[in-house]
């Protein structure tokens, strides 16, 4: 069965830095774009980040240029969110997922992880 | 960016009662459009891409129609699994775009 999961979400401080990570089973991340989309409570969906299948294109939502950077190990099966410079405008629940946008396949989400910054 | 305009916000409707949510990009986008069907505390789930192509194993009873600027997702038959929040999305430029999503509850 096909799983992403994400980690690494946590209470940060304004100014902070975090690390999400990604963990893709059951099938090879390295055969797909991948993305990560936020939603903050009770708010709509946010896309934030598109990387390429090598890392050669990566694309971000202008707010969060120059602060957040997407990366992948396709040979641990692992997609990352590096965040630096947190804002409280930054609190959200982070999805990874691939599949979900112009691919016919079934499209595939994580299950979330909490990021909330504030003092 | 392109800004999309997700109408309504929310509505009621019955088991049973056709229902029209409709997106509009403030400017052109071909068919790079797609719905996306989300339940509370879950992540989002693909319905529909290219406007009007559903993602397989989704019912029948969910269809997309439009181009250009204006989009609609139709459900012929509210069931009850179907009450939950949708969400356009355009892809046709970076950065994607959402819209404000639409919350259909049970009348």
């Known amino acids: 069965e096909v799983h992403l999961v994400e980690s690494g979400g946590d209470l940060v401080q304004p100014g902070g830095s975090l690390r999400l990570s990604c963990a893709a089973s059951?099938?090879?991340?390295?055969?797909?774009?991948m993305s990560w989309v936020r939603q903050a409570p009770g708010k709509g969906l946010e896309w934030v980040a598109n990387?390429?299948?090598?890392?050669?294109?990566?694309y971000y939502l202008d707010s969060v240029k120059g602060r957040f950077t997407a990366s992948r190990d396709n040979a641990k099966n692992f997609l990352y969110l590096q965040m630096n410079s947190l804002r409280a405008g930054d609190t959200a629940i982070y999805y990874c997922a691939c599949r979900w946008v112009t691919s016919p396949a079934t499209d595939l989400w994580g299950q979330g992880t909490l990021v909330t910054v504030s003092s | 960016d392109i800004q999309m305009t997700q109408s309504p916000s929310s509505l009621s409707a019955s088991v049973g009662d056709r229902v029209i949510i409709t997106c509009r990009a403030s400017q052109g986008i071909r068919n790079d459009l797609g719905w996306y069907q989300q339940k509370p505390g879950k992540a989002p789930k693909r319905l529909i891409y290219a406007t009007s192509t559903l993602q397989s194993g989704v019912p029948s009873r969910f269809s997309g129609s439009g181009s250009g600027t204006e989009f609609t997702l139709t459900i012929s038959s509210l069931q009850p699994e179907d009450f939950a929040t949708y969400h356009c999305?355009?892809?046709?430029?970076?950065?994607?775009?959402f819209g404000q999503g639409t919350k259909v509850e049970i009348k």
């Open positions: 999305l355009q892809y046709n430029t970076y950065p994607y775009t």
């Open positions: 990387i390429n299948q090598d890392e050669s294109e990566t």
């Open positions: 059951g099938f090879n991340l390295g055969t797909y774009w």
